[in-house]
């Protein structure tokens, strides 16, 4: 029985090196001195140990401002999503209308299209209307591919819940929002867990939509406040590292503290319905 796994065991653990790599790269990169950075011969323990790439990194620009945007538009956009996809995501799965299946097909196509496509189009409908440089209108403009595929997952888990539950809470006297509000909401958090990690990641990480449709800097999000080390007189780079991996440790020590539940809810939502 060990045999047998040993040869698994050993290809998992050779492809979690080649996933980890990079991002452990990063990190010793970031904690080298400055000088040492572009050396020819790699480094893989750096030592000593320095914090100046760090430092300059959270020294350029307001970066506590920069971080407070990036929240305000990933977070709004994550519960604006989820409140639209929980009441779209039960029509879909509990009813039968017409339009449901072209609409599902919708879903599955819209997330296909990519993003470089939609930023002249997106770009020109928040001109007419005034909202560039406006961050709700970021904010609008990140539902056109977290929401088809929050609407999506969701479908699944709740299409995995037995209708039975529902309407033995039905009968017992509760109503439609109470067999929602009792039943199906809490079977559904793992679900709304993991989706709304995914849709918050999306969000966080996007550059193009927010270098685009963001003019000042004042209203600049993190992905743009990388680009910013980069000037006529070249690029700083330790600080772009340092800066790197500041704004991916938040989002790395969230997926890790929570990956058992968004690698399940994630199968779950995908297999069901």
Same mark, same amino acid.
């Given at each position: 029985m060990r045999r047998k796994r040993a040869v698994p065991n050993t290809i998992a653990v050779l492809v979690s090196l080649v996933v980890i790599f990079p991002v452990y790269w990063m990190f010793a990169t970031a904690l080298k001195q400055p000088g040492k950075i572009l050396s020819a011969t790699p480094e893989f323990v750096p030592w000593p140990l320095s914090l100046d790439n760090f430092r300059t990194a959270l020294t350029h620009g307001p970066f506590l401002h920069y971080v407070r945007n990036s929240l305000l538009v990933s977070v709004s956009t994550v519960l604006i999503a989820l409140v639209v996809a929980l009441g779209a995501s039960i029509a879909l799965a509990r009813f039968r209308f017409i339009g449901r299946r072209a609409f599902l097909v919708g !879903? +599955? !196509? +819209?997330?296909?299209?990519? @993003?470089?496509?939609?930023?002249? *189009? !997106?770009?020109? &409908?928040?001109?007419?209307? %005034?909202?560039? #440089?406006?961050? *709700? @209108?970021?904010?609008?403009?990140? &539902?056109?591919? +977290?929401?088809?595929?929050?609407?999506?997952?969701?479908? @699944?888990?709740?299409? /995995?819940?037995? !209708?039975?539950?529902?309407?033995?809470?039905? +009968? #017992? /006297?509760? %109503?439609?929002?109470g067999a929602f509000w009792h039943i199906q909401l809490p079977l559904l958090a793992p679900g709304i867990v993991a989706t709304s990690i995914f849709a918050f990641i999306s969000a966080w990480d996007d550059y193009l939509f927010a270098y685009v449709f963001l003019k000042s800097q004042n209203n600049y999000t993190l992905p743009v406040w990388l680009v910013s080390f980069q000037t006529s007189d070249g690029i700083d780079n330790g600080a772009t590292i340092a800066a790197s991996a500041i704004f991916s440790l938040p989002v790395l020590i969230v997926f890790l503290l929570i990956q058992r539940r968004l690698v399940g809810g994630m199968t779950a939502g995908a297999v069901k319905g």
């Open positions: !879903l +599955v !196509l +819209v997330q296909m299209v990519p @993003g470089s496509a939609m930023v002249i *189009p !997106l770009y020109l &409908m928040l001109r007419s209307v %005034g909202a560039i #440089d406006f961050v *709700p @209108g970021l904010i609008i403009t990140y &539902m056109t591919f +977290v929401l088809p595929f929050t609407i999506w997952t969701l479908r @699944g888990f709740v299409a /995995g819940i037995p !209708l039975e539950l529902e309407e033995a809470a039905m +009968v #017992d /006297g509760c %109503g439609r929002f």
